[in-house]
């Protein structure tokens, strides 16, 4: 069911270019490209401090740009006020009038546009967030997340072209807040319009976003789909602020048909070229990036076992921490103390306690690199940039 039909169609990608924001000799936002196709769900994320609300607020012009133009559409809505602006915004307090009913906060749009039948569309509103039950009760009577739902339907009943979400799961408890990132997910599929989230909640934006920015320093660091985030980041904080990541020095060496062999310490190891962010020269410095699920552990005993052809590191446990579905193991090695490992609790092998010689092995195509000397030259350039 396409509810609002009539908020679909061309007109919803968002075109920012060399949008930025300054306050006095502060960047908030560096100058910044991006186009949020038509109907994607889009996450903005990052840590407190990083832009993205100052970003979303430029969106919905609640806040004026430094420099720089926001298109919706063909449209240029730079100079325009936030009220004509295609948009509405959810904000985490869901600012829901608490004197009127559910029925009443979701026709109020149409109300004050003068919309004389609300019936039809505020129905079809509150069936959408499967609220057609709670409609003549006050919102102090919801729960948090039906309260969030009113705020949504309200704001999808003016048929924005663009829905700008703050944070909007932010007051409620994580077991709402997992139930309310799916039911967001459903009704951006239903309704089909550009979503564009804003939070720093690394999974909720993974759930839910077809594509997310991950922001630092005023700057989106590296956007891409979920999975391809995850699996090959291109900077240190986009592989450490998405999950974890094992990060190791080592020097580059010979390059082996597609895989680069880098030393870490005494041992080697299969690095991908193409999976290599970092200028790759011959004696030059990488990071070299694992997962923690992506390794397997083995005692000592049995280190014959572990097949030819993959990545190895020797260690000693240093802790285990036994967490259900899995075990997570930290490994000191020569190469990198404080290695991480996430071993499903299929067979454990009891030997694997703290103070247990172990090999550390995975697939090389599980590798990624990243340059080491990335962050010390943005600190640097920052710093040039402020003097
Ligand atoms: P949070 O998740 O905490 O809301 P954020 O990533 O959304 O963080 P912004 O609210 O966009 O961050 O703020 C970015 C930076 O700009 C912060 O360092 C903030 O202190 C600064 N900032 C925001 N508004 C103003 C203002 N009106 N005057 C001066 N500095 C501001």
């Not at 979303?56 to 609640?62: D, F, H, T, V």
């Not at 006020?81 to 948009?87: L, M, S």
């Not at 980041?233 to 060496?253: D, K, Y």
Request: aromatic share 4%; hydrophobic share 40%; charged share 20%.
């Amino acid at each position: 069911m396409k509810t609002t039909t009539n908020a679909t169609g061309p007109g919803g990608d968002v075109r920012l270019a060399g949008i930025s924001k300054t306050y006095g000799s502060f960047t908030a936002v560096h100058p910044l490209d991006l186009t949020v196709p038509q109907g994607s769900f889009f996450a903005l994320l990052g840590a407190s401090g990083c832009g993205k609300t100052t970003t979303l607020r430029m969106i919905a012009g609640l806040e004026e740009p430094s420099a720089g133009t926001v298109h919706l559409g063909d449209q240029d809505v730079t100079a325009l006020p936030p009220y004509k602006r295609p948009v509405n915004t959810v904000f985490q307090s869901y600012a829901l009038f608490p004197h009127l009913d559910i029925f009443e906060n979701v026709a109020f749009g149409l109300r004050r546009r003068g919309v004389k039948s609300v019936k039809k569309q505020v129905e079809e509103m509150l069936d959408l967030v499967q609220l057609g039950e709670q409609a003549r009760k006050k919102p102090h009577q919801l729960s948090g997340g039906q309260q969030q739902r009113v705020a949504v339907a309200r704001a999808l009943i003016n048929h924005p072209k663009v829905l700008l979400l703050d944070e909007p799961l932010g007051a409620l408890d994580l077991k709402l807040r997992r139930q309310m990132q799916l039911e967001l997910k459903r009704i951006q599929t239903e309704v089909g319009i550009t979503f564009v989230h804003v939070t720093h909640d690394q999974e909720e934006a993974m759930t839910m976003a077809d594509t997310v920015a991950v922001m630092n320093g005023g700057r989106v660091e590296q956007l891409g789909a979920p999975a391809d985030l995850y699996e090959n980041p291109r900077t240190t904080f986009v592989a450490n602020f998405l999950g974890t990541s094992n990060l190791i020095e080592a020097e580059v060496g010979a390059r082996d048909g597609d895989d680069l062999v880098v030393k870490a310490a005494g041992d080697k190891l299969l690095l991908p070229a193409g999976r290599c962010s970092a200028p790759a020269g011959t004696g030059g410095k990488v990071l070299v990036g694992v997962r923690p699920e992506k390794i397997g552990i083995a005692h000592a005993d049995e280190a014959g076992a572990v097949p030819e052809g993959r990545n190895r590191l020797t260690g000693t446990i240093a802790a285990t921490s036994f967490i259900g579905v899995s075990t997570q193991y930290v490994v000191d090695c020569e190469a990198c103390p404080g290695v991480e490992v996430y071993v499903q609790n299929i067979d454990r092998d009891p030997r694997l306690v703290p103070g247990a010689d172990v090999v550390l092995h995975w697939n090389p195509a599980h590798t990624f690199g990243l340059d080491a000397a990335q962050d010390i030259d943005a600190g640097l350039a920052e710093e040039e940039a402020a003097r």
